[in-house]
C-alpha cells in the first residue's frame, strides 16, 4: 500500500488577509479507508536565547515560549474511503487573526523564527498508522502604505575615519568614497550603490558586503540582543582599479530577511556592512543600519 | 559461301530519306515551357509562401520552373528585394540580428585551444561541499539556502591533457545530475568550475581554461532554460518569440527562485559568470530583464581586479550578450570602455609581481589578452555604424595608443574600414607606445586586413614604403620566434602576405615579390624556423598563386623554387605542389614549350610522383596522377616532333609509378604519330616514317609496363592501328600479335569500382573491336593465311571461359561476319596506301577457300554447341544463339546455297520452337526479309520466307 500525501498551492506565497488555496492530494494504489481527515493551520513565533545568553538570563528562562500568531482548524473529510487514483481536495483558509493580534512575515533567523506551517491528517482504523504531512508556507506581510523616500548615505573611509583600532600609525594610508542609494530598503529591491577605492598604498584583496540581522528577544525582565551574519557577498576580488566606481548591489535573500520588525517581545533588524580586506590582511569594516520595508 | 555484296549500294538502300529536322520545333530534352507563369508571379509576389511550381497547372517539372523564376528560392530574394525599403522602418530589430557573417565563437574555440597549451603543471581546486545540503522548509524545488560546507578537493600536478579531461568529466557530471533531479549538485559543480577561472596561476593556460570552462557554464545555462522552457510548454509549447504574459506562475518562480540563488552566491566571478549563463532566462520573468542585467554586470566586472580576468569576463558576458540580445550594443560598447579604463592596470604593480612569479614575459602575457580582446571587437565591429568605429578608434588612441588595443582594432575591424584608413593606422602604429609588443605584429594585422580590402590607390606605394621600413628592421625573429612562437609565425605570414599583396597592388609585382621571397627564405633558413611554419608558408605560396597566373612569369621569379624548397617535409611538399598544379590546370589556357615552366612543372610534378609509395591510397593516386596528366597536356613543341618524342621519354623514365600517366604517355605519342602523319598527307618522308617508328617502339615498350590488362589491351590495338595508318606493317602486326598473345592472361573476372565483376562483357567488346580491325591487317607473308584471325580464334577456343557461359560461341558467331567481309571484292574500308588482303590475293579461289573451310568449322561448332545446349535443357539460351547465327546467316550468307538456306530455316524453327522468341522481333525479321526479297537479285529470298513459319505462342 502506498499513499502519497501532499499540497500544491495555489501560490507560493500569501499576504496577511488573504486566503490560503490550494489542495491536497492524495494518490493511493488502492481505495483507501479513513476516519476523517482534518487540515490545520498554525501561525509561530520561535524565540531562542543564544548560548551566551543563556547564562545571564536563566531568570527569564520560561518567558521565551512560542508565541501563537493564527490557528485553526478545519475538518476536511469525514470517515470514509478515498477512491485508488489521485485525488485532489480543494481547501481554503483566511489569514485573518482574531482581536489585535498582528501577523508577521515568514521569518527564518537563528533566534527568531516565524512560521507558518499547514498540518493534514488522515485517521485510520487502529491497524494502520496515521497518516500526517506538515508543510510550511510563506506569508508576506502587508505593504506599507506610506511611501519609501530613499535616504542616499555617502561615506568616505580613511585611516582618520576608523574607530576601534589600536595602532593608528600602522594602518597603510587609504581612501575609499561611495555612497548607499538608500538605506532604508524595499525588501524585493536589491541594495544598491557605489564604491571607488580612490587610491591605496595596500593592494585590495576584497570588497564583500555583509548583510548581519540583529535580533532582540526579551520581555520586561531584560533582553538578548545577537546579530549574526545572513549572507556575504564579494563585490571585487583583487587589486581593483583605482578611481573606478564598482557597484553594490545586494539581493535580499528571501525567508532570511523580513520588513524591520519591532515588537514588545522581540526585534529583527539588519544591518549592512562594507567589509574591505586589504592585501596585508587588515579588514576595514563600514556599518551600515538599513531598515527594510514592503511596500 | 557468303553472299557477294556490293556495299556501295547497300549504303545507298539504306540511308533513310533525307527528311529535314525542323529544330526548335520539339526536342524531348527541352523544358516543358509553362506560359501562364508570368501572370501568376505578379500576384504570389507579396505573399511570402513559396507554394510555387506545386500550384501550376503545367506538369511539374522543377527544373522548368526553377528557369522562370518562380522557384521558392529566387521568390524569397526577389520579395526581400522589393520588402527591403518597408523592413529597415518596421523592423530594425530584426536586421540587428546575428547573421552568417558572424564569426561565431564555437570557430574561435578551437583556435584558443590549440594556442593557448603549457606545459607547467595545473590544479583544479575544488570545494564541492557536502551533497546534504540543509533543507529550509523551502516549497520551491531548490532549498534556498546553499550551505557550503564540506570537503575540499584538490587535484594537483595535472597536465594540459589531464586538466581537459577533468573538465570535461565535470560536464559530464553536471548533465548527469541535472538528468538526475540534483540541481543544487549541478549548481554547485557550476559555480565551483567558475570559481577556476580567478585562480591565474599558470597564466599562459588561462584563455584555454576559459574556452573548457565557458563550455560547461553554456550548458548549464542551456539545461535552466530548456529546463523552464518546458515547464510551460504545457499544454502546447511556447513559441519562439513568446512574451512573459505565456509564462505560467510556476514556471516564472522556478526561474526567479535560480536568480534568487546565484544572487546569494558569495564570491564575485561565479555569481557574475553563472548569472551571464542564464542571462536567457530573463525572458521568462520580464520584458525588460535582459536589457536591465546586462548594463549591471556590466558594471559588476568592474570589481575584478585581475585585469585578464576581468577581460575573459568581459568577452564572455560579450558572447553571452550577442547571443541572447545581440541588439543590445551600449553594454559591448561599454565593455570595451570599462576595459580601455581599466587597461593601465596591466602595467600595475600586482600584474608585474605575478609576471615575476610566473617567469612570464610581457609580450607574452599581452597576447593572453587578444582572444577576448578580439572577441569583444569583433562583437562590437559586428555591423557597427562607421562612426562608432572611427570612435573606438580615436578611444584607443587616447587611451595611450597601446600595441595590443590597436592590434586588436585592426584585426576586429572590418577590412574596408581599415584600408580605407591605413596611412592613419600606419601613423598610429609609428607613434605607439610599444609596451613589450613588436611593431611589426601590428604590420602583421594590418597586412591582414589589406589582403582583403585595397588600400586607396594613391596610397599604395606610401603604406608599401613605410611598412618595409618597419619590417626590414626585424632582424632576429629566431631569437624571438622560440620566445613567442605564436606571434612569430603569424606575423610573419601576414606581413608577407601584405608585401606581396601590396606589390602586387602598386603593380610593381615580380621585383618586389623576388625580394620577399628571399626576404622569407633569410628568415626561416636560420635554425630550419620554417619547420613550424609550414601552415602560414603555405598560405604565402597560395596568395601568390592567387597572383600570378602566368607562369612564365612565376617561375621566372629567381626566389621561387628556393622557396618551395624550404618545404622540407614530404607530405607538406606534396601538398604545395599539389596547389601549385590546380591552379597551373585551371589557369594554363594556352599551350607551352617554354623551358622555364617546363624544367619546374616537371620538378614539381616530380616531387609529387616521388611521393607515391606502397602505402598511398588508389585516390590519392588516381588525383596526383590526374594533376600530372593535365601538365603533360599543357606541352606542346608545335612541329618539333621529335622534342616532343623525347620529352615523352623523358616523362615516362619521370612518372613511371604512375600507370594513368603512362597510358597518357602511349596516348600522347599515338597521337603525335597521327599527327606527323596529317602533316605529311599520309605519305612519309624516309625520315619521318622512321619517326613514326619511333613512336610506335615507344608505345611497344612501354605497353608492357601497365598493369592493367584491359588498358594493355587496348592501347595495343590502338597503337596498332596508329601504325597500320602511318604505314609501319610489321609494328602493326607485332602489336596485334602481342595483344593475342596476352589474351589467355585476362583474368575471369576483373574489380570495377573495387567491385569484383566478371571481365566476360569487357573481353567481347574487345574481341569484336579487335575483329573489326583484322579486316583491314594484311597477312604477314612470311605466316600462312589469315594468320591473325587464326590466332585470335585459337585463342579463344583456349581461353577458359566462364561455366554456362556462351561468349566462346559468340566470339565464333560475330567472326563470321569478318570472314564474310574479307571474301569480299572490295572490302568495307581500307586504310590509305595499305594494300588489304583483297589487293594482296586478289580474289584468289585458294584464298577463298580457305575462308569457307574456316567458316565451316566454325559454323560446325557453333552447332556442335547448339546441340549440346539442347541436352541441357537451356532451351533459352539456346534459343537466342540460334537466332543470332539466323541473323549472320541472314544479312552474310549465301541464301541461294541450298544447304545453307536449309540450315537457316532449321535455326528459324530451332528458336521458335520453345517459344523464347519475341514475337516483334519475329515480325519485323520476317518483314525484312520479304523486303530484301523484292530486291534485284534477292528473290531466292521468297522461298526461303515462305518456310519460315511464324508461330504464335498462343
Redesign the interface.
Known amino acids: 500500500l502506498e499513499i502519497v500525501l501532499d499540497y500544491i ?1 495555489k ?2 506565497c500569501f499576504c496577511v488577509q488573504e486566503v490560503v488555496a490550494g489542495v491536497i492530494l492524495l494518490v493511493c494504489k488502492e481505495a483507501l479507508q479513513h476516519h476523517g481527515i482534518s487540515l490545520s493551520m498554525e501561525g509561530l513565533v520561535n524565540l531562542q536565547l543564544s548560548s551566551k545568553s543563556v547564562g545571564v538570563f536563566e531568570a527569564f528562562y520560561n518567558s521565551v515560549k512560542p508565541i501563537q500568531l493564527i490557528s485553526s482548524n478545519i475538518e476536511v473529510a469525514k470517515a470514509g474511503k478515498v477512491p485508488a487514483g489521485k485525488t485532489e481536495i480543494p481547501f481554503e483558509f483566511p489569514l485573518i487573526t482574531k482581536g489585535n493580534k498582528v501577523l508577521y512575515e515568514t521569518y ?1 533567523g537563528v533566534f527568531v523564527n516565524i ?1 507558518y506551517t499547514l498540518r493534514c491528517d488522515m485517521k485510520r482504523s487502529l491497524l494502520a498508522k496515521d497518516l500526517s504531512r506538515n ?4 506569508v508576506h506581510c502587508q505593504p506599507q502604505k506610506a511611501k519609501v523616500v530613499p535616504t542616499p548615505v555617502n561615506f568616505t573611509i580613511t585611516p582618520d575615519t576608523l574607530q576601534n583600532i589600536r595602532e593608528r600609525s600602522s594602518l597603510p594610508k587609504f581612501l575609499i568614497r561611495g555612497h548607499l542609494d538608500a538605506t532604508n530598503c524595499v525588501i524585493s529591491q ?1 541594495l544598491t550603490g557605489e564604491v571607488v577605492v580612490e587610491n591605496s598604498d595596500v ?2 584583496k576584497s ?1 564583500e558586503l555583509q548583510l548581519v540581522r540583529v535580533e532582540t528577544c526579551g520581555c520586561a525582565e531584560g533582553y538578548a540582543r545577537d546579530a549574526t551574519e545572513i ?11 583605482h578611481g ?4 553594490i ?3 535580499f ?4 530577511t523580513c520588513p524591520t520588525l519591532e515588537t514588545t517581545n522581540f526585534k529583527v533588524e539588519f544591518e549592512v556592512n562594507i567589509v574591505i580586506v586589504l592585501h596585508d590582511d587588515h579588514l576595514i569594516t563600514e556599518n551600515f543600519p538599513l531598515k527594510l520595508c514592503r511596500v | 559461301c557468303s553472299n557477294w555484296r556490293n556495299y556501295e549500294a547497300e549504303l545507298q538502300r539504306c540511308r533513310p530519306e533525307a527528311a529535314p529536322v525542323e529544330f526548335g520545333d520539339y526536342h524531348p530534352l527541352k523544358p516543358i515551357m509553362v506560359t501562364d507563369t508570368k501572370s501568376r508571379r505578379g500576384a504570389r509576389k507579396g505573399s511570402t509562401s513559396s507554394s510555387s511550381s506545386s500550384s501550376s497547372s503545367a506538369p511539374a517539372d522543377p527544373l522548368s520552373s526553377m528557369l522562370d523564376g518562380t522557384d521558392p528560392l529566387s521568390m524569397f530574394a526577389a520579395a526581400s528585394v522589393s520588402e527591403a525599403p518597408a523592413m529597415t522602418h518596421s523592423r530594425e530589430k530584426e536586421e540587428e540580428v546575428v547573421g552568417p557573417d558572424f564569426e561565431p565563437w564555437s570557430s574561435k574555440r578551437g583556435e584558443i585551444l590549440a594556442r593557448f597549451t603549457t606545459t607547467e603543471k595545473l590544479s583544479i581546486n575544488l570545494f564541492m561541499g557536502s551533497d546534504k545540503g540543509k533543507t529550509c522548509g523551502c516549497i520551491l524545488d531548490l532549498p534556498v539556502c546553499m550551505c557550503v560546507q564540506g570537503s575540499q578537493r584538490e587535484l594537483l600536478n595535472l597536465s594540459q591533457q589531464d586538466y581537459a579531461n577533468r573538465i570535461e568529466e565535470l560536464n559530464q557530471s553536471l548533465k548527469e545530475a541535472w538528468a538526475s533531479d540534483q540541481k543544487v549538485k549541478a549548481l554547485k559543480i557550476v559555480i565551483q568550475c567558475s570559481k577556476l577561472l580567478s585562480d591565474t596561476s599558470v597564466i599562459q593556460f588561462y584563455p584555454s581554461k576559459f574556452v573548457l570552462i565557458t563550455d560547461i557554464l553554456d550548458t548549464f545555462g542551456r539545461l535552466v532554460y530548456d529546463r523552464i522552457w518546458t515547464m510551460c510548454s504545457d499544454p502546447r509549447p511556447l513559441p519562439d518569440s513568446f512574451t512573459v504574459d505565456d509564462v505560467n506562475d510556476t514556471a516564472k518562480e522556478t526561474c526567479l527562485n535560480w536568480f534568487f540563488k546565484i544572487a546569494s552566491i558569495r564570491e564575485l566571478l561565479p555569481r557574475l559568470y553563472v548569472e551571464a549563463a542564464i542571462l536567457k532566462c530573463n525572458r521568462f520573468l520580464n520584458k525588460t530583464g535582459i536589457q536591465e542585467t546586462l548594463p549591471r554586470l556590466t558594471a559588476m566586472i568592474r570589481g575584478i581586479g585581475d585585469p585578464l580576468v576581468a577581460a575573459y569576463t568581459r568577452a564572455y558576458l560579450c558572447r553571452v550578450g550577442m547571443e541572447v540580445a545581440p541588439h543590445l550594443k551600449d553594454s559591448l560598447n561599454r565593455n570595451f570602455f570599462d576595459l580601455l579604463g581599466t587597461f593601465r592596470q596591466v602595467s600595475g604593480e600586482s600584474v608585474q609581481n605575478q609576471l615575476v612569479q610566473q617567469r612570464v614575459e610581457v609580450p607574452e602575457y599581452l597576447t593572453l589578452y587578444s582572444p577576448a580582446i578580439n572577441w569583444i571587437l569583433q562583437c562590437i565591429a559586428y555591423r557597427a555604424p562607421e562612426p562608432l568605429l572611427t570612435e573606438m578608434m580615436e578611444r584607443c588612441k587616447k587611451l595611450g595608443n597601446n600595441a595590443l588595443l590597436l592590434n586588436s582594432v585592426m584585426r576586429a575591424f572590418r577590412p574596408e574600414f581599415v584600408a580605407a584608413r591605413a596611412t592613419d593606422f600606419i601613423g598610429m602604429i609609428k607613434d605607439c607606445d610599444e609596451a613589450g609588443f613588436p611593431k611589426h605584429l601590428l604590420f602583421g594585422s594590418l597586412g591582414r586586413s589589406l589582403a582583403c580590402a585595397d588600400p586607396p590607390e594613391s596610397e599604395r606605394l606610401t603604406i608599401l614604403n613605410e611598412a618595409w621600413k618597419v619590417v626590414t628592421k626585424v632582424r632576429s625573429p629566431q631569437v624571438e620566434y622560440r620566445c613567442y612562437d605564436y606571434i612569430c609565425d603569424h606575423t610573419f605570414y601576414y606581413v608577407s602576405i601584405t608585401f606581396i599583396h601590396l606589390s602586387f597592388i602598386s603593380r610593381s609585382q615580380k621585383r618586389e615579390v623576388n625580394t620577399v621571397l628571399a626576404d622569407i627564405i633569410k628568415h626561416m633558413t636560420p635554425d630550419r624556423a620554417f619547420e613550424d611554419a609550414y601552415p602560414q608558408l603555405q598560405s604565402v605560396i597560395r596568395k601568390i598563386l592567387t597572383y600570378f597566373q602566368d607562369f612564365s612569369v612565376l617561375f621566372s621569379m629567381e626566389r621561387f623554387l628556393p622557396f618551395l624548397d624550404m618545404f622540407q617535409k614530404d607530405s607538406v611538399r606534396v601538398e604545395v605542389c599539389r596547389s601549385i598544379m590546380e591552379v597551373f590546370i585551371k589557369h594554363q589556357v594556352e599551350l607551352t614549350r617554354d623551358p622555364v615552366i617546363l624544367n619546374a612543372m616537371l620538378h614539381i610534378c616530380k616531387t609529387m610522383h616521388d611521393s607515391v609509395n606502397a602505402l598511398t591510397l588508389e585516390d590519392e593516386k588516381r588525383s596526383l596522377a590526374l594533376l600530372i596528366i593535365g601538365f603533360i597536356r599543357m606541352v606542346s613543341f608545335g612541329r618539333d616532333f621529335e622534342q616532343q618524342l623525347s620529352f615523352c621519354v623523358e616523362a615516362r623514365a619521370t612518372f613511371c609509378n604512375l600507370e594513368p600517366v603512362l597510358v597518357q604517355l602511349i596516348h600522347t605519342v599515338n597521337q603525335l604519330a597521327m599527327e606527323t602523319c596529317r602533316v605529311m598527307r599520309g605519305s612519309h618522308s624516309r625520315k619521318t616514317a622512321a619517326f613514326v617508328r619511333a613512336c610506335a617502339a615507344y608505345s611497344f615498350i612501354t605497353i608492357p609496363s601497365l598493369s592493367s590488362i584491359f588498358s594493355r589491351l587496348s592501347l595495343y590495338l590502338l597503337s596498332g592501328q596508329v601504325a597500320l595508318a602511318n604505314q609501319c606493317l610489321s609494328q602493326a602486326d607485332a602489336f596485334l600479335k602481342a595483344a593475342v598473345g596476352i589474351l589467355p592472361d585476362v583474368p575471369r573476372s576483373i574489380s570495377v569500382e573495387g567491385k569484383l565483376r566478371s571481365s566476360e562483357s569487357f573481353l567481347l567488346d574487345f574481341i569484336n573491336n579487335f575483329l573489326a580491325t583484322l579486316l583491314v591487317v594484311p597477312d604477314h607473308p612470311e605466316h600462312g593465311v589469315l594468320y591473325l584471325v587464326r590466332g585470335l580464334l585459337n585463342m579463344v577456343q583456349d581461353y577458359t571461359w566462364e561455366d554456362n557461359s556462351d561468349a566462346k560461341v559468340r566470339v565464333y558467331v560475330s567472326a563470321l561476319p569478318l570472314l564474310a567481309a574479307m571474301s569480299q571484292e572490295t572490302y568495307l574500308y581500307s586504310i590509305p596506301k595499305v594494300d588489304s588482303n583483297e589487293t594482296l590475293y586478289g580474289g584468289d579461289p585458294k584464298f577463298l577457300s580457305e575462308i569457307n573451310k574456316l567458316c565451316e568449322t566454325l559454323i560446325g561448332q557453333i552447332l556442335d554447341n547448339l546441340k549440346a545446349l539442347g541436352r541441357d535443357e537451356s532451351t533459352r539460351r539456346q534459343g537466342a544463339l540460334a537466332f543470332s547465327l539466323f541473323g549472320v546467316l541472314l544479312a552474310h550468307g549465301d541464301l541461294r546455297n541450298n544447304k545453307l538456306s536449309q540450315l537457316a530455316v532449321n535455326l528459324w524453327n530451332l528458336c521458335h520452337k520453345h517459344g523464347y522468341c519475341e514475337t516483334g522481333i519475329s515480325v519485323r525479321t520476317l518483314e525484312y526479309i520479304k523486303h530484301q526479297a523484292q530486291q534485284h537479285d534477292m528473290t531466292h529470298l521468297t522461298d526461303t520466307v515462305q518456310r519460315l513459319a511464324l508461330q504464335s505462342r498462343t
Request: glycine share 2%.
Open positions: 498551492f501560490r507560493c527564518h512560521q508543510c510550511e508556507f510563506i536589491p593592494a585590495i570588497i549572507q556575504n557577498i564579494q563585490i571585487a576580488e583583487g587589486d581593483v582599479c573606478l566606481a564598482i557597484p548591489y545586494m539581493v535573500p528571501r525567508l532570511f
